[in-house]
């Protein structure tokens, strides 16, 4: 991919990570730092490597996305609303009672969510699901699943990369959010996760390690899994939890934290923008 269009998609995670703040201080509820982590990823799927179609959400012939880690739905609503699922203005109603953009994605309520995800270590094997009955299909369609690293300490992950290896999954690709960092404070103190490229490889999986906020690095990564035969793939991308904004970078204190008044504008001059409240 020319420069120009990695430059592009790197302008537009920032736009999105903008929209991630303002909608979280909004709420002043909702997960911020996996949301930040997530963004490079998130925006290199919807705006470059999936097929999908906002217009017709459910067209059969489109990519699916699971976003396993749920609690990181704003960096899915914000992508949606960008690519014109639903109204930009309605990211200002997240977590409100009544909103069809609630704290975990609900397929029930929001245009483009396929699946309600958040009970983590689920959203794997649902992702096989989906993978295994687009391949009854005869469907060239591919599945998309994005976990974090803290949720790898949950054992149905492992069965499910166990099932996906298996059935020969190539259709699946896995994207592991490893920001090292969960609610309770370090990955590796509450549980340790890691080697996680030599465990999802014991499974039969083929392994791609990258920077995860390396726009061009994840747009090559995803088109070497789509290229990959015979076996499910995972991209294991490096991150900083709260990504962009420097007073919330690998700080788990900000997993669970929306901006404050006083820290908005602040955050917003860390990423690029002006505040206007």
Same mark, same amino acid.
């Given at each position: 991919?020319?420069?120009?269009?990695?430059?592009?998609?790197?302008?537009?995670?920032?736009?999105?990570?903008?929209?991630?703040?303002?909608?979280l201080?909004?709420?002043q509820s909702?997960?911020?730092?996996?949301?930040l982590s997530?963004?490079?990823?998130?925006?290199?799927?919807?705006?470059?490597?999936?097929?999908?179609?906002?217009?017709?959400?459910?067209?059969?012939?489109?990519?699916r996305?699971?976003?396993?880690k749920?609690?990181?739905?704003?960096?899915?609503?914000?992508?949606?609303a960008e690519?014109?699922?639903?109204?930009?203005?309605?990211?200002?109603?997240?977590?409100?009672?009544?909103?069809h953009?609630?704290?975990?994605?609900?397929?029930?309520q929001?245009?483009g969510v396929?699946?309600c995800t958040? *009970?983590?270590?689920?959203?794997?094997?649902?992702a096989?699901?989906?993978?295994?009955g687009?391949?009854?299909?005869?469907? *060239?369609?591919?599945?998309?699943?994005?976990?974090?690293?803290?949720?790898?300490?949950?054992g149905?992950?492992?069965?499910?990369?166990m099932a996906?290896?298996?059935y020969?999954?190539d259709?699946?690709?896995?994207?592991?959010?490893v920001?090292?960092?969960q609610i309770?404070?370090?990955v590796a103190?509450?549980?340790?996760?890691?080697?996680?490229t030599?465990k999802?490889?014991?499974?039969?999986?083929?392994v791609?390690?990258i920077?995860?906020?390396?726009?061009?690095?994840?747009?090559?990564a995803?088109?070497?899994a789509?290229?990959?035969?015979?076996?499910?793939?995972v991209?294991?991308?490096?991150?900083?939890?709260?990504?962009?904004?420097?007073?919330?970078?690998n700080?788990? *204190?900000?997993?669970g934290?929306?901006?404050?008044?006083?820290?908005?504008?602040?955050?917003?001059?860390c990423?690029g923008?002006q505040?206007?409240?």
């Open positions: 991919m020319d420069s120009e269009k990695i430059a592009q998609l790197q302008e537009k995670a920032r736009q999105l990570r903008v929209d991630i703040v303002k909608t201080h909004k709420s909702g997960h911020t730092g996996g949301s997530a963004i490079d990823m998130v925006t290199a799927l919807y705006f470059q490597v999936m097929k999908h179609n906002p217009a017709d959400p459910a067209w059969p012939g489109r990519d996305f699971v976003l396993c749920g609690h990181a739905a704003p960096a899915l609503y914000v992508a949606l690519a014109g699922y639903f109204p930009k203005e309605d990211l200002m109603t997240l977590r409100r009672l009544g909103s953009l609630q704290g975990h994605p609900d397929s029930k929001t245009p396929e699946v958040g *009970s983590l270590g689920q959203g794997l094997s649902m096989n699901g989906m993978a295994l687009l391949r009854l299909d005869g469907s *060239s369609s591919r599945v998309y699943a994005l976990l974090g690293d803290g949720e790898l300490q949950e149905q992950v492992w069965e499910a990369a996906a290896g298996h020969k999954l259709n699946l690709c896995a994207l592991v959010d920001n090292r960092l309770d404070g370090e103190k509450v549980m340790a996760v890691e080697p996680v030599d999802f490889r014991a499974f039969g999986w083929n791609i390690d920077d995860g906020h390396d726009m061009g690095a994840i747009v090559t995803l088109g070497q789509a290229e990959a035969k015979g076996k499910p793939t991209i294991v991308a490096r991150t900083v939890k709260g990504k962009g904004v420097s007073f919330f970078e700080k788990a *204190s900000y997993h934290v929306a901006p404050s008044d006083e820290e908005l504008p602040k955050a917003l001059e990423l923008e505040c206007y409240l």
